[in-house]
């Protein structure tokens, strides 16, 4: 059951054709993309991947073609969080079904539950399917934080946890997760402005959206800092951090990613609607990160 979660996992694109079908053929081609440039795993269907718009059936295809081309190199993720627990285990159990090693499940959204139903909701999915679990703390997207005491309570409980990526924003709260249940689970950085600081803090590397686009330089800040190179990886960690900014922070998220790897000659197509593609003064921003970062 137990499977280490560790280093730099991105949490990637869904490539969509322009009238909006996934487009499996480029998805194989940056499997490899990633694979080849340091990446320690790969999650399938979360936010960077636009699961929130995909069908069930869409998201059961993703899963099964990275399972594909992967081929056992390498740890797949699926995401499988949705508004309802039984929509959560449905997708959960798709997953598993399609060969993914472990699942990252946001906290419910639209909806906001309280403690008692939020852990509950985790009882009852780990409960009904047998498969690693990473928790998911998005609040950016969720409208609300996973408290860390709710985290504890279940680490404490279910040995089918195996990590959290916390996509907070909090170096306090990565560390407060890292004092109380970094023995037990690997605490993940959800944001690529904090992967130095959650390593040296005791983490164990990140799931972060940056590494979609820059997978060789966002490894090797957690390569730097295991050979205790820490002057390259803080010098690293400061090229993603000004790539994080113009992507994520900047523009929108989904339209931004996409097309820096379409301009860095990796077919990731175009955003699903109601998101669109960037607007020619943005794309050309986008350009001059690149250039500034050196990709």
Known sequence: MKIKIEGIIPPHVT??????????????????????????????CGSNGEAPYMSREERRRVVEVVVEEVDGKAPVIAGTGAPSTRETILLTRDAKDMGADAVIVVTPYYFTPNHVELAEHYRMLIGAVDIPVIL????????????????VELVKECSQIVAIKDSGGSLAQITDLIRQVGDKISVLSGSGDLILPTLHMGGRGGIVGVAIVAPRLCSSIFDYYKKGQLERAREAQMRVLYLNNILFRKHNQLSSVKEALNQLGHPAGYPRRPILPLTKPAQEDVRETLRVVGL
């Open 136 to 151: 998911y703390n998005v609040p950016k997207f969720t409208g609300y934080n996973l408290d860390p005491s709710i985290v």
């Open 15 to 44: 490539p969509f054709t322009k009238d909006e079908e996934v487009d499996e053929a480029a998805l194989r081609r940056l499997v490899h993309f990633w694979l080849e440039n340091g990446c320690s795993g790969l999650m399938s």
